[in-house]
């Protein structure tokens, strides 16, 4: 396979090349974890200890096997494409229009909770204005970072902001102190009965949804294609790279499970953001509430600035597949079709649901997470598909192994998918 416009060499073959070469992974991973994250650990934390803890280290092992399959398209492919919205919609026709409609609409969505999520950090961190005006501040930084849509700049970004956050949470969890005996315990499959608003089975889709990442899946291969990891020789890098990113999440997650099962387990259940503040300042004092804030805010900040980076380049990508002479009429790249920069604003307009009396937040961003799963599944079947067609991947089409994987992944997320939603419903109109 020739080398591929925009490829870098791979890295030595010792591992501090491959720890500095690391940059998709950590993007990704901070992209996944936002705002609905630390609302569900906490909420799972604070309702029922550590008993669900296991739900963490299983959902990741099924993202890394979904996420892992995905970073094969760009790699070896032979249509010597590094785009895996173009991989998909070779599947069928259809699916050009289903992918342009859903990341436009996924978009504008999911910085609704995100951005939210940024006001509210910013005003407990700062006061002096409505979370409103907090969350306006948090999209202009966004704007001002992804606009241009330089890749090297996020990536710059997000592991200064990574390694902030793990200072954050460390210092948090040895001020709140762990309870080691009963967090191994944790991982003991363990169902326990409903506390608080939410029953066990709801929290447990939930956070298996959040955690397996539906659509945002998809934003690890155009990590990889603007990182220039685009042969097969990248291989080896991309997947050490992931499953950092991987561990990442898990140690976040873990984290914030831990600091909400010590703090507010056995008291009322958490119904918004502030009261998980409130609880860590009466357990460790006054640096309680920054702690939990700053974690929010790096969170928050970086699904904002990940997803939307990573979205403006799909959906242009999308639409220059429906639409081929849209590429030809705009040959500089991707960045370089104004429809980009419209996507950025588009998703950066959803600070309108930061408004006082937007929708409950925890109660949306714990719903919400179970309703993407229809689209998760849609990507799961055309994924086993394209990875399958010899005409798309050459010899490099999936071993029984990998379609026994995926399968399972499709299995799980059909099943969490008709469980949440049929909860979700239950407890929307009870």
């Given at each position: 396979m020739t080398e591929r416009p925009g490829a870098v060499a791979p890295p030595a073959n010792n591992f501090l090349a491959y720890l500095r070469a690391f940059g998709p992974g950590i993007v990704v991973a901070l992209s996944w974890v936002g705002t609905g994250d630390l609302i569900d650990n906490s909420v799972a934390g604070g309702n029922y200890g550590y008993a669900l803890l296991w739900v963490l280290p299983l959902s990741l092992v099924f993202r890394f096997v979904f996420v892992n399959a995905l970073g094969k398209y760009p790699l070896y492919n032979m249509q010597q494409d590094p785009s895996i919205v173009r991989g998909i919609a070779r599947t069928h026709p259809a699916f050009g229009w289903l992918m342009l409609v859903s990341f436009v609409l996924y978009t504008h969505i999911l910085l609704a909770f995100t951005l939210s999520g940024v006001g509210v950090a910013l005003e407990g961190l700062f006061g002096g204005l409505p979370t409103f005006w907090w969350s306006v501040i948090g999209a202009l930084s966004v704007f001002a970072v992804t606009?241009?849509?330089?890749?090297?700049?996020?990536?710059?970004?997000?592991?200064?902001?990574?390694?902030?956050m793990v200072l954050t949470f460390v210092v948090g969890i040895a001020l709140v102190g762990i309870n080691w005996g009963e967090l191994v315990k944790g991982f003991a499959f363990e169902l326990p009965a409903q506390q608080g608003l939410f029953d066990s089975g709801l929290v447990a889709s939930s956070l298996v949804l959040a955690t397996l990442g539906s659509m945002a899946n998809l934003f690890y291969p155009e990590f990889l294609r603007e990182k220039g990891w685009t042969t097969p020789a990248h291989r080896r890098v991309q997947q050490y790279d992931l499953l950092f990113g991987t561990m990442v999440v898990l140690f976040l997650g873990v984290?914030?499970?831990?600091?909400?099962?010590?703090?507010?387990?056995?008291?009322?259940?958490?119904?918004?953001?502030?009261?998980?503040?409130?609880?860590?300042?009466?357990?460790?004092?006054?640096v309680g509430p920054y702690i939990f804030y700053l974690g929010l805010l790096g969170?928050?900040?970086?699904?904002?600035?990940?997803?939307?980076?990573?979205?403006?380049?799909?959906?242009?990508?999308?639409?220059?597949?429906v639409r081929p002479g849209r590429e030809e009429r705009y040959p500089g790249g991707r960045t370089s079709d104004p429809a980009y920069r419209w996507v950025i604003v588009w998703g950066l307009l959803a600070v309108v649901w930061s408004l006082p009396h937007a929708p409950g937040f925890v109660a949306?961003?714990?719903?919400?997470?179970?309703?993407?799963?229809?689209?998760?599944?849609?990507?799961?079947?055309?994924?086993?598909?394209?990875?399958?067609?010899?005409?798309?991947?050459?010899?490099?089409?999936?071993?029984?192994?990998?379609?026994?994987?995926l399968g399972l992944v499709a299995a799980f997320v059909a099943v969490a998918a008709v469980q949440g939603i049929g909860k979700a419903v239950g407890e929307l109109f009870s």
């Open positions: 606009l241009k849509g330089a890749y090297r700049l996020i990536e710059r970004i997000f592991k200064v902001v990574l390694a902030l984290a914030v499970w831990a600091i909400g099962a010590e703090v507010l387990f056995g008291k009322q259940g958490v119904s918004e953001a502030g009261d998980i503040a409130a609880a860590l300042g009466a357990a460790v004092g006054p969170a928050a900040w970086t699904t904002v600035a990940g997803s939307l980076f990573a979205l403006a380049k799909m959906v242009v990508e999308a639409l220059h597949v949306l961003v714990v719903v919400s997470h179970v309703l993407t799963s229809p689209f998760l599944l849609l990507i799961v079947i055309a994924l086993i598909v394209m990875l399958n067609r010899a005409d798309i991947m050459g010899r490099y089409t999936n071993s029984w192994k990998e379609n026994v994987g």
